[in-house]
């Protein structure tokens, strides 16, 4: 296994969509969803806003402000970003750089 | 297939929901003759294809309807002229496409207009992971080069690269060399599909179903290769397809009859799933009736849908929510009558059907030469009267 530490998220980090990936909102299933090579994820609300906010160009912290200024009843939401985030890169449907 | 099914965690609708996925196979013409191909026994009888405009309207009525997913399928839709406009439509529409082709017939052109007219991905399909076997299998000689080269052009055009292997009892040692080739082509996810027995393979069973002791060294070899992947730090998915023969309880075939899937055959057959033809159901066709009420009110996709056609073990059994008596063409091929439980499963008074596949497996020693390979000549000896 890679080294956790080594690899954890930094706001600093620029995430974009793997190769083949693609972010649309499906009517038919009132929500987002995240197309690739023969499959589909349903996405929840949450993660639908947190995906939707990649595009190649913009940090992680940027992101985060970007949700917070959306959604300023939530209060902060860097610990949450960066868990989706990690678990959107295990699921190898995001890179960082 | 595969992948979608198992991504759609929780999604069981009360009513009917909407087809997500939508298979058109546009031709059955294939330069390839692979004697494990899915195509009907007599795809040779059927010989009139939708037209350009039949297929666009059949595009446009399925995304209206929610499907997300499309593949392009045969044959081998190559053969298709009309390919790349067929392509810009679905992207216009929002589909993501997938082309799921042998690679003959491709070039670096086509790769790349394809690219431009908003296709998603290219899957390419080998047959092994060395020429001689490749081609023997293929029915061609010079099948392997060609993916080859038109795997490395989807590489450099941008796709995700997907490589397909039917696995069979010719191959399936192959595991170690099969991987190692995907690695050197930068392959982003590898499909390992154990044959299932539909169509030709049906046919061709005894000649390509694979011992347990064969399937087990190679789940094992792709274990050991998943591990070394994942220590590297490679991105490369090995997705290994057992076969439904050396299982205990059947699969939930497509996710549910009339539940997710709908293809189209050459012809304009609309259908639960790609092999659902060999069924005897009389299914509409798109060239009758639009697919909302194809999908929805269709006597075809409604023949199996619920549970009140449940004869037992499955009637009364505690997974039938689970694995919906599982599939209903391999019940058919078995038994003779579609209703019974999938004789994959255990609780099945069939299940001996699989044990005495699986010994035969055990035992057998036919070459490839001795299979028979599907090609039109072949086909017609199967049509019905």
Redesign the interface.
Known sequence: ??NLAENAIKTTDIPRF?????F?W????SGH?L????????LNESAGAILGEIDGQRCVQDIVAELEAAFPQTGALEADVIEFLDHARQQ?WIELS | MTSLTSSLTGQKPTGIGPPLWLLAELTYRCPLQCPYCSNPLDFAQSETELSTEEWVRVLRQGREMGAAQLGFSGGEPLVRQDLGELIAEARHLGYYSNLITSGLGLTQAKVESFAEAGLDHIQVSFQASDPELNNAVAGSRKAFEQKLAMARAVKEAGYPMVLNFVIHRHNIHQMNDIVALCDRLGADYVELATCQYYGWAFKNREGLMPSRAQLEKAEHEVNQNRARLLDEGSAMQLIFVTPDYYEERPKPCMNGWGSLFLTVAPDGTALPCHSARLLPIDFPNVRDKDLKHIWYESSGFNHYRGDSWMPEPCRSCDEKEKDFGGCRCQAFLLTGNADNADPVCSKSPHHDRILAARQAADHATAGIEELTYRNAGNSRLFFRS
């Open positions: 296994m890679a793997r190769r083949g990936f693609r649309q499906e009517p038919a299933q969803v197309l690739y090579p023969e499959g589909m994820v349903k190898h």
